[in-house]
C-alpha cells in the first residue's frame, strides 16, 4: 500500500459495472442464498424488492440499506470468507472485468497513483477485488455488527450518491491532495457528484446524465478472459 504522504495523484473507481461488469452485491447475495440451500426462488423474491425501489423512483439509499438488512444475524466472519470464495468464482468468468477501465486502473497503478476503491457493496465483496487490483484503499457501505460479531442489519453508511462524493473529498483533504490532479471513473448518474469532485472524470459507459457533462467516456465493454484481473495483479 502506498502512503499517503508520497503520493500526488488518486484515481477513484466506482465498482459495479465500472470495473467489473457485473453488480457484485446481487451477484453474491445469490451466491449467498444458493450456499444456505437457497433453490434461487428466494434470491429472485429479494432480487425483485430491490428493483421494485429502483423502478419506483425512490432513493438508491433505500434500497442499498434494504439489501443490507438480508443479512442480519449473519456471522460477519463467515459472510466475508463466503465473499472470498465468490469473487474467487467470479473472477475466472470470461467476461468478468470491464476491459477500458481495468486497463485505466492499471495505468494508474503503474504510476503511482493512489487507487480507492468507492462503491455501495461492501469489504466482503469488495476487499478481494481489492487485494487482486492493488487497490490502496476501499470507500463503500459499511454494515454494523452486534457485539458477538453478526451483522445487526443497520449500515453506518451507504456509500450512495453524495456520500461518495463526501467520502471522496474527505480522502483528498486526508491525503492532501488536489482535486485537479486527480481521477475519477463511474457508470451511472449516482456517480456524478464524485465525478465532478475531481479534476479529470471519465464515464464507463454511456449513460446519459454522464454523457451530458461532455467528459471523456470509456467503452463499457468486457474484457477478454486474458486480460483479466490476474496478470494485472503482479505487484
Known amino acids: ?3 499517503r504522504a508520497t503520493v500526488r495523484h488518486a484515481a477513484f473507481f466506482d465498482v459495479d459495472e465500472t470495473v467489473i ?3 457484485s452485491m446481487f451477484a453474491f447475495l445469490r451466491y449467498w442464498m ?3 440451500g437457497d433453490d434461487g426462488s428466494g434470491y429472485a423474491r429479494r432480487a425483485g424488492e430491490l428493483g421494485q425501489i429502483a423502478a419506483s423512483g425512490r432513493p438508491r439509499e433505500e434500497g442499498n440499506r434494504l439489501y443490507y438488512r438480508y443479512f442480519t444475524g449473519a456471522v460477519a ?3 466475508q470468507a463466503a465473499g472470498r470464495d465468490w469473487y474467487a468464482t467470479y473472477r475466472e468468468g470470461p467476461e468478468a472485468f470491464v476491459g477500458a477501465a481495468l486497463a485505466a486502473l492499471e495505468r494508474h497503478r503503474r504510476a503511482g497513483h493512489r487507487i480507492v476503491l468507492v462503491s455501495g457493496s461492501f469489504a466482503a465483496c469488495l476487499t478481494p477485488l481489492a487485494e487482486d487490483l492493488g487497490a490502496d484503499l476501499v ?3 459499511e454494515p454494523l455488527t452486534s457485539k458477538d460479531g453478526r451483522y445487526t442489519g443497520e449500515v453506518r ?4 450518491g453524495a456520500a461518495k462524493r463526501d467520502a471522496v473529498t ?3 483533504t486526508a491525503a492532501d491532495l488536489d482535486p485537479r490532479d486527480c481521477f475519477a471513473y463511474g457508470d451511472h448518474a449516482s456517480d456524478l457528484e464524485m465525478l465532478a469532485a475531481v479534476g479529470n472524470p471519465v464515464a464507463v459507459g454511456n449513460d446519459p446524465v454522464l454523457a451530458a457533462q461532455g467528459w471523456p467516456v470509456l467503452p463499457a465493454d468486457p474484457a477478454p478472459r486474458q486480460s483479466g484481473a490476474r496478470e494485472n495483479a503482479a505487484h
Do not use: F, P, Q
Open 139 to 141: 470507500l463503500c457501505s
Open 1 to 3: 500500500m502506498k502512503s
Open 170 to 172: 474527505a480522502e483528498l
Open 77 to 79: 466472519a463467515e459472510v
Open 34 to 36: 444458493a450456499r444456505h
Open 157 to 160: 453508511r451507504s456509500m450512495i
Open 21 to 23: 461488469t457485473g453488480k
